[in-house]
């Protein structure tokens, strides 16, 4: 009855254009499960229930950015962040590595310059093929997908909305919420979101953004600049408070610094207060200092904001479905489940309280949720000590705990730290600055010392932490690192050479074999 009775509202809220499924007639549900979301967590749950012989429908619609920006299936990771802010920080890498070439005999042909509009044709075809890729696994995998934006009728029905304004009723047993996070714009700002443009507008530009000035400390604001400055634009962060908040500070802090050394420039402790548009087409920012007050302004071709995300669920309708949200994120509440106040109503990856928001999590929640759902598995997610890396011009991973977090949780006095310094190889002949390659290790001082977390900066900083992150998920102890033979050169065998505590006040730079 309710399904029937929410079709009927449909209906009469959009006359002609409802048209109910067949199930509805009979009072079943048309799907076994319904994802809410093409991203990679819902993609991954569609995906993994189907395997089951369940039926299966994906709903995905992309509401254009602001600036009119859109893109096809796939979610945030494959059209506006993983996938083009590593090809675009490779870009950025060949560029530094033209300058280190010539230091070993290559003769590079002078001026070298990069053209914009050539990588991001080549970065948009790429995405692009990724959009159809996932459209073929759906079909191959039978699972229905429809390009619809959906919204609760009721607690088993949607409705979902097509471009055009016509209607279509969905019911389902199962539904998962997966619709990810879109990039905000500040609301107290003259002139934000008229002449600012967001990472949803940046990867997808066909010109240069020019000069440009980043909004925010977070790691998609360093690393879009780290890459606009390795691909020899001016590049400015503006930072109102700490960089990389839920980082470790210290590693941080050498992110930032090897950026300003490596041209970023970088405006501290202070708010933009306004945005015009010159008579020259620029844009005129005026930015005021928390310390002293004081204004100033600067001119720039391209203002970009990275000042948070915020959860894609405002149009969900969820009260009518029972499901419950923190008043003060957005986020949908969710138990270690991932259910919803709604029993039947799941939801996965940037829009759940207290989750990480990293595409390999939601991907693996995923899979998970439709194990339980359909496949007699209990296994649930977890969420500690998973492994994550920033890829700023100089990278950092990291996993498990930073020492402010550790020393909060066990004390200064019951956690022992080793670190060290150390100069990658490579850059030894190119004469690069390794001031900043730093390694990290937080154990606890038991005996065994189990290792709490792990921070690297320097070159490949993903792939060397990706490897450490399963020793440290299985219980990996310092004694057991310094049985670990390395594998030399390389940056990574420094990880297990680490022998030099903080407490000890030593000199933690290694200075050859």
Not at 105 to 131: C, E, R
């Amino acid at each position: 009855m309710a399904a029937l009775w929410g079709a009927w509202r449909c209906f009469r809220s959009q006359p002609g254009l409802c048209r109910i499924g067949r199930a509805l007639s009979s009072g079943k549900s048309e799907y076994d499960l319904l994802v809410i979301g093409g991203g990679s967590g819902g993609l991954a749950c569609a995906k993994e229930a189907s395997q089951f012989g369940k039926k299966v429908a994906v709903l995905d619609f992309v509401d254009p950015s602001p600036k009119g920006t859109k893109w096809g299936l796939g979610g945030t990771c494959v059209n506006v962040g993983c996938i083009p802010k590593k090809l675009m920080h490779q870009a950025a890498l060949l560029g530094g590595s033209l300058k280190d070439a010539q230091r070993y005999g290559w003769n590079i042909s002078h001026p070298v310059n990069h053209d914009w509009s050539t990588m991001a044709k080549a970065v948009q075809n790429y995405v692009k093929s990724l959009n159809w890729g996932h459209r073929v696994q759906l079909q191959d995998k039978k699972v229905k997908y429809f390009n619809l934006k959906g919204r609760f009728v009721d607690a088993h029905t949607i409705c979902g909305l097509a471009k055009g304004g016509k209607e279509i009723l969905f019911t389902a047993e199962n539904i998962v919420l997966a619709t990810g996070g879109r990039p905000k714009y500040p609301s107290n700002i003259a002139g934000a979101q008229e002449y600012g443009i967001t990472s949803d507008d940046l990867f997808w530009l066909k010109k240069s953004p020019g000069k440009t000035l980043v909004v925010g400390a977070s790691y998609v604001a360093l690393e879009c600049a780290g890459f606009l400055t390795g691909l020899g634009l001016n590049a400015t962060v503006m930072r109102r408070s700490i960089p990389l908040r839920g980082f470790d500070q210290q590693m941080a802090a050498f992110v930032t610094d090897y950026m300003e050394a490596y041209g970023t420039r970088f405006l501290k402790k202070c708010s933009p207060t306004k945005v015009k548009k010159t008579e020259h087409g620029r844009l005129r920012v005026t930015w005021k200092y928390a310390d002293s007050g004081k204004e100033k302004s600067d001119e720039f071709d391209t203002v970009m904001w990275a000042v948070g995300r915020a959860p894609d669920t405002q149009t969900l309708n969820l009260e009518v479905a029972g499901v419950k949200t923190n008043p003060a994120t957005g986020k949908i509440v969710v138990d270690a489940r991932e259910a919803t106040s709604s029993s039947h109503i799941y939801a996965i990856g940037d829009i759940t309280e207290g989750r990480p928001e990293l595409t390999p999590t939601a991907i693996a929640a995923g899979k998970l949720l439709a194990r339980r759902l359909f496949g007699q598995c209990t296994d649930l997610m977890d969420y500690d000590n998973v492994p994550t890396t920033v890829f700023t011009p100089l990278e950092y991973g990291c996993v498990g705990l930073s020492e402010e977090e550790a020393t909060g949780r066990f004390g200064p006095d019951h956690i022992e730290v080793y670190h060290a310094f150390y100069k990658p190889l490579e850059f030894t002949v190119a004469e690069r600055d390794a001031a900043k390659c730093y390694i990290k290790m937080v154990c606890s001082r038991e005996k065994e010392q189990r290792i709490l977390g792990l921070h690297f900066i320097g070159p490949n900083a993903g792939e060397v932490i990706q490897g450490f992150a399963l020793g440290i998920r299985c219980g990996a102890t310092y004694s057991q690192l310094m049985k670990t033979v390395g594998i030399h050169p390389t940056c990574a065998e420094e990880v297990v050479k680490l022998h030099i505590t903080k407490r000890s006040g030593a000199d933690p730079t290694v200075t050859g074999c």
